[in-house]
Nanobody
Framework: VQLQASGGGLVQAGGSLRLSCEAS????????MAWFRQAPGDQREKVAA???????DYAEHVQGRFAISRDNDKNTVSLQMNSLQPEDTGVYFC????????????????WGQGTLVTVSS
């Protein structure tokens, strides 16, 4: 499974960006989809997640500002980021869990290459 993320860039505080990530390759089904952020010197942290059921979770610091969505027909996950703040700066990674067949049916986790979001004050 390959993940291609796009949409990062430089924006002023208060601005908006939309990240998108498309999954391709050979898989049976995608279950959970999520976005993580890694700031310089920090560990990667989950920002938002959406399950195959549609259930959504957000990190507390993005609640009300970010919106995650998915298109199951296109195997994409998006993150609409509004009211961006300098502390939102970091590399954003998409992450998916997918059922694949490699001899047997199993679930595996995949990461995109990361897209840089820089919010200036």
């Amino acid at each position: 499974v390959q993940l291609q993320a796009s949409g990062g860039g430089l924006v002023q505080a208060g601005g908006s960006l939309r990240l998108s990530c498309e999954a391709s390759g050979s898989f049976v089904r995608i279950t959970n989809m999520a976005w993580f952020r890694q700031a310089p010197g920090d560990q990667r942290e989950k920002v938002a997640a959406i399950r195959s059921s549609g259930e959504i979770d957000y990190a507390e610091h993005v609640q009300g500002r970010f919106a995650i969505s998915r298109d199951n027909d296109k195997n994409t996950v998006s993150l609409q980021m509004n009211s961006l703040q300098p502390e939102d700066t970091g590399v954003y990674f998409c992450n998916v869990d997918a059922w694949i067949v490699e001899g047997t049916l199993r679930r595996s986790t995949y990461w995109g290459q990361g897209t840089l979001v820089t919010v200036s004050s």
